[in-house]
């Protein structure tokens, strides 16, 4: 079957419509409306008659009726109508990135693509040792591997060719053919972070060993899953202990509020970052927030906090983590971003949501940049059974309770070059 035949067969991510996809109600786990309300410091009736006032004009300048449908997400729709080597690059301007930076540049030549790393996309506080930064540009050499035979192509991936300290990440080889498609191609522009509620539906053993393996097809990755409830609780309880620190660390808060955009104008103007469409709120939470005057960068922070303690670890059906020889090694880093890269889109072709929560590792590495105690190397590796200087990447994964919305992309010219003449 061919990619446009499976895409449009729906098998796969159509599943992603599961039984449980209602919103939770106001008495169940989770921020409910009235609490949400409250945190705004106002009423229902308030909300109502803003929605007529300043209100009113707000939502219609921030996109409450067009909710994960402005001109910067058209990507998502458009690419496959790319051809050649163009679509293999469009494919990994989809993939995951920390904070939705988009950390890369694709210069096309006639037989290949060099993906090259964009330093002024480094959130460098928050990622202080860059490990989501190459893992963000892993994700997109999995997207073109994934892509390229459908597009008429067999890759072949060389890291770093002129070295780690180059720009150049990798170099993709694409030598013409007609090979079958990559089953997981027609998820790639279905695949987005799902940061809502899960089901409390366990995912099958089976499912689970599944994913393992097509993670550990990436030479020197590993995945190690936290399923029971202990582990669970404990990995739930580390993770809102580093939010925790990381909103109490103003350099580094400032560090992930700059990719945060919260007005359609700013969503339009930029096409990165982090969107309150890409949030996976309910419609309700959704349209107030766009409706409600912007909150402070403190309000925010808080109320991160509160969805990560009260829904979204709740509510992870397992934590996945992803383990390599050592987190610092930039190859090593590229390679776990493509294992991420593929688990997502093997999940989604599962109907399952994926959501990465880095928290922990964060803070590891702002304590050592700091040069200041480690709160949370020892407590981490004890719980995986590793050591702290293994674990590259964390995500929570589960049934989700509401689909998820596309985050924002940059326009394919505006991420890559042609110099086609090149040998």
């Not at 992930?256 to 970052?273: I, K, L, M, P």
């Not at 688990?343 to 590792?361: D, K, R, S």
């Not at 700091?370 to 059974?385: H, I, K, M, T």
Request: with cysteine.
């Amino acid at each position: 079957m061919s990619r446009d035949e499976r895409a449009a067969d729906g098998s796969g991510a159509a599943r992603v419509e599961h039984e449980h996809q209602d919103a939770p109600s106001e008495q169940g786990a989770g921020l409910s409306r009235r609490r949400l309300l409250k945190w705004a410091g106002i009423g229902a009736g308030t909300l109502a008659v803003g929605a007529l006032g300043a209100g009113g004009v707000r939502a219609a300048t921030n996109g409450v009726w067009r909710a994960g449908a402005l001109d910067a997400h058209e990507l998502w729709s458009t690419w496959r109508t790319e051809t050649g080597i163009r679509g293999v690059a469009a494919a990994g301007a989809l993939a995951a990135s920390p904070h939705n930076t988009q950390p890369w540049h694709f210069d096309l030549a006639a037989n290949r693509i060099d993906l090259h790393a964009v330093a002024e996309r480094r959130i460098p506080i928050t990622d202080a040792s860059l490990r989501e930064h190459y893992a963000g540009l892993g994700c997109a050499i999995e997207n073109m591997v994934r892509a390229a035979p459908g597009l008429g192509f067999v890759p072949a991936v060389s890291l770093f060719p002129q070295g780690t300290e180059s720009s150049l990440v990798a170099r993709v080889q694409l030598v013409p053919s007609r090979g079958e498609s990559d089953s997981l191609d027609v998820e790639i522009d279905r695949r987005h972070t799902n940061r809502g509620p899960y089901a409390a539906t366990p995912v099958p053993a089976s499912t689970l060993q599944a994913l393992t393996r097509v993670a550990e097809a990436h030479r020197g990755v590993e995945l190690v899953w936290l399923t029971s409830a202990a582990q669970r609780d404990t990995m739930s309880a580390l993770l809102v202990e580093a939010t925790e620190a990381l909103i109490a660390d103003e350099e580094q808060s400032l560090d992930s509020a700059a990719w945060f955009r919260t007005s359609s104008r700013d969503v339009d103007t930029h096409r990165d970052g982090i969107t309150l469409d890409a949030q996976t709120l309910d419609a309700f939470t959704l349209a107030a927030a766009k409706i409600l005057p912007p909150q402070s960068r403190e309000a925010a922070d808080r109320f991160w906090v509160d969805r990560a303690r009260d829904e979204q670890c709740p509510t992870a059906a397992a934590y996945g983590i992803l383990a390599v020889p050592d987190v610092a090694d930039h190859r090593a880093q590229v390679l776990g971003g493509r294992a991420l890269q593929a688990v997502h889109l093997a999940a989604t072709a599962e109907g399952l949501g994926l959501h990465p929560m880095n928290q922990i590792t964060e803070r590891i590495d702002r304590n050592r940049a700091l040069g200041e105690a480690d709160q949370f190397s020892s407590r981490f590796g004890a719980l995986l059974g590793k050591p702290a200087e293994t674990l590259l990447l964390a995500f929570r994964i589960g049934y989700p309770e509401r689909a998820a919305l596309p985050s924002p992309r940059r326009t394919l010219d505006a991420v890559t070059t042609e110099t086609m003449q090149r040998p």
